[in-house]
């Protein structure tokens, strides 16, 4: 699986963004989908997760209420909707798909397959 994300940029806190996701080689309609970011200087955390039965979602305490995930599964895209930006959210943003159940889904150990990442920039 190939993982495309984009939808990146510049905006003012309080404002919103719609990262995209596109997946290519294979469906993703039965693999569970997440999102990861990782700011200047810090580890790679986890956001949110969405599993592949759609209903099932997970999100970072810092981000619940203001981040939904979401899925297409008959156009292969994942999407991060986010509002209310805060200048903590500063962070490349990494798509992430198919996971090993022995590892927690919070863990970046656990994604299999991963887009190359779109910077998200948000200004006080």
């Known amino acids: 699986v190939q993982l495309q994300a984009s939808g990146g940029g510049l905006v003012q806190a309080g404002g919103s963004l719609r990262l995209s996701c596109a997946a290519s080689?294979?469906?993703?309609?039965?693999?569970?989908v997440g999102w990861f970011r990782q700011a200047p200087g810090k580890e790679r955390e986890f956001v949110a997760a969405?599993?592949?039965?759609?209903?099932?979602?997970y999100y970072a305490d810092s981000v619940e209420g203001r981040f939904t995930i979401s899925r297409d599964n008959a156009k292969n895209m994942v999407y991060l909707q986010m509002n209310s930006l805060k200048p903590e959210d500063t962070a490349v943003y990494y798509c992430?798909?198919?996971?090993?159940?022995?590892?927690?889904?919070?863990?970046?150990?656990?994604?299999?397959?991963w887009g190359q990442g779109t910077l998200v920039t948000v200004s006080s």
């Open positions: 969405r599993g592949w039965t759609s209903s099932r979602t």
């Open positions: 992430a798909a198919d996971r090993y159940s022995s590892y927690d889904m919070t863990s970046s150990k656990a994604w299999i397959y």
């Open positions: 080689g294979r469906t993703i309609s039965y693999t569970n």
